[in-house]
């Protein structure tokens, strides 16, 4: 008899790890703006803090990728906001969109991403740029520029993410497992840097509600080519009953 493929012989080592080792410089079109500290503030699970600065972060990323006659390709986007852990500052995802469906559980359920389902593009065509994220019929995410110019590429630095691990009761109230916190730490290192003239466009999902944090100043758009490595580790748990009206967002039942 065959392996019963419901079963999976572990003897090989478990795949599905969270470092980003080794993988090729990618393109990204990114925003990062300024929006409403009592805004930015509203959205924060404890034990995470506001930042000094109320800085939201919007990215499209193409994944395209060969091993051999293997070739994989993936979109990801990133909306998230700056907060502070203990004082240190990272980014919180409040939804980090994908387009490759075998992505999703693995992501959600052994490391707590934020992810979602959505149809992602992003095209460059000389210097002109466009990239869109939608979901449900809507696109609530759209970035259109022009690059203008190539910027200094800087030092590789350090960079940290917030991410919250849990299921949700059987009960329908509460939790059976977590929440727990988890840190991120990256080190982002940049090939290229150009400026971009253009604009970010956020639209209306309640689902994804990016336009409950508007657009005040808008601080850079930019085409990014880099590397980035990828530790995710578990801090410990957080309060259940404070953290769970910041649950919902994960799903897309009524609110």
């Not at 419901?6 to 925003?31: I, K, N, Q, T, Y």
């Amino acid at each position: 008899m065959g392996q019963n493929r419901w079963v999976r012989d572990l003897s090989a080592g478990a795949a599905g790890g969270g470092g980003g080792h080794g993988l090729p410089a990618l393109p990204s079109l990114e925003v990062a703006y300024f929006t409403e500290p009592e805004a930015l503030a509203a959205v924060l699970p404890p034990p995470l803090t506001p930042p000094d600065e109320p800085r939201v972060h919007a990215r499209i990323t193409e994944i395209d990728l060969a091993f051999g006659d293997f070739k994989y390709h993936e979109m990801v986007g990133y909306f998230a906001v700056d907060a502070k852990y203990e004082g240190e500052l990272g980014e919180y995802p409040l939804v980090i969109p994908i387009d490759l469906e075998s992505a999703l559980s693995i992501s959600r359920e052994k490391f707590g991403e934020p992810k979602k389902l959505c149809d992602i593009e992003m095209v460059r065509d000389g210097s002109h740029v466009e990239g869109r994220i939608s979901r449900q019929g809507v696109t609530f995410i759209e970035i259109i520029g022009d690059v203008t110019g190539v910027l200094p590429t800087p030092e590789p630095y350090p960079a940290h993410q917030w991410w919250f691990k849990f299921l949700p009761a059987v009960s329908g109230s509460g939790f059976d497992a977590g929440p727990l916190l988890v840190r991120v730490d990256q080190v982002r290192a940049p090939e290229s840097v150009e400026s971009v003239d253009g604009k970010l466009v956020l639209r209306d999902l309640p689902t994804i509600p990016v336009v409950d944090l508007p657009i005040v100043e808008t601080e850079s758009i930019r085409w990014t080519v880099r590397k980035s490595t990828h530790e995710p580790r578990l801090v410990g748990p957080v309060d259940p009953v404070a953290f769970e009206p910041y649950a919902y967002s994960r799903y897309d039942g009524a609110r």
